[in-house]
């Protein structure tokens, strides 16, 4: 056993989460270890320095492992290093994005989505910790912000994979709305997937479903949509580094597709 398999053991007890159920009882209970994909097998910790190219395999490939590291591990640097790519995937997709009006969108779009998508976790973290400890779960408030971490920079790895479908559509039309609702399109698969780890994390280290979780979800998904509306243009013609008059995210869409 090579130190790296060691970690987590020689430093006094370490977490482990409770046995999977012999029965289900109840629906949710017969969900919790359909939610697991593969969690029980990968929870271990990560291999070596946690390097971004590692905590990015690791998200895509075994995210249990990122996971073992937040609530048992090398929580601060694991944590540090999912921001850091959240930011540096965000800044890549915002420079994607300003392609399609040029000037200084090419730098101030990717300073709004990275900043914009940091903040917007950054606002929904304590509901996400309050609602998570009502829903009966054992986390600190570090580990939950861990875990959050780790949702906002899987949705920007994906973002980043659709970054060339994306500029291929930038530089064929001039449509501002359809390239908007496109940009949204790909931000909601990649929501999906990043809130989807979050709630089979949190399902993992609990052994039960926290269903309230489902109106944290609607919550954080309004407060990022809300806040590309403050941002805004993200997609149009820059207008100057104050922000625009507000307007509510529904009432700016509905306008812009008209």
Known sequence: MNKHEQYGQSGGPSYAPPPLPATAAGHKAEQAPKLMNGFEEHYEAV?????LGRVIEALLKAP???VHEIVEGRSARATAMLLAVTVGCMLIYGWIMGTFSGGHQLW???AKTATGLVL??????PSLYIF??????DQSFGHVAGLLAQTVALTGILLVGFAPVAWIFAQSTNTVAF???LHL???GVGSYFGLRLLWTALTFLNRRVLGILWLWNLIFIAVVLQM???????VAKFEGFELQEKKGFVVHWTECMR
């Open 185 to 187: 399109l790909f931000w």
């Open 120 to 125: 917007s976790a950054l606002i929904c973290l």
């Open 228 to 234: 590309t509306t403050t941002l805004r243009p993200l």
């Open 132 to 137: 998570s400890c009502l829903s009966g779960a």
């Open 179 to 181: 390239m908007g609702f």
């Open 47 to 51: 291999a070596g320095t946690l390097t």
């Open 108 to 110: 101030v779009v990717p």
């Open 64 to 66: 249990a492992r990122i």
